[in-house]
């Protein structure tokens, strides 16, 4: 309850709330389908995080495949938190802005070679 009281004033939390949210969606997709992939999962997270922001999964299939197949690379727990990461930059780009932790953390987590 604080931590959804603090995040109406913190942007900061609403940060780590939105990419905390992607890292719970990965593992809850991956116990409801322990048989398929993590790129399956990442893709689940994605479409759900779309959904969550109004988008229908429908519009956006092709792109969750294409962006989540760069942290398809990247091992669990990690490859959730930099989709997490990644989404949060593409919808909060005030709060990577503010907050450099954000993209320090992604640039920890990502392969030398992918790193934008």
């Given at each position: 309850m604080f931590k959804f009281l603090k995040s109406l004033v913190d942007s900061e939390v609403v940060g780590e709330e939105i990419v905390n949210k992607n890292v719970k969606t990965y593992f809850s997709a991956k116990k409801m389908h322990p048989n398929?992939?993590?790129?399956?999962?990442?893709?689940?997270?994605?479409?759900?995080?779309?959904?969550?922001?109004?988008?229908?999964?429908e519009q956006c299939m092709a792109d969750a495949e294409y962006h989540c197949n760069i942290f398809n690379k990247i091992s669990e727990p990690q490859n959730a938190r930099a989709l997490g990461l990644s989404m949060l930059m593409q919808e909060r780009p005030d709060i990577i802005r503010?907050?450099?932790?954000?993209?320090?953390?992604?640039?920890?987590?990502?392969?030398?070679?992918?790193?934008?």
């Open positions: 398929l992939k993590s790129l399956d999962w990442l893709m689940a997270t994605y479409l759900g995080r779309m959904q969550a922001i109004g988008i229908s999964p503010d907050y450099p932790k954000f993209m320090n953390e992604i640039a920890s987590i990502m392969p030398p070679n992918d790193r934008n």
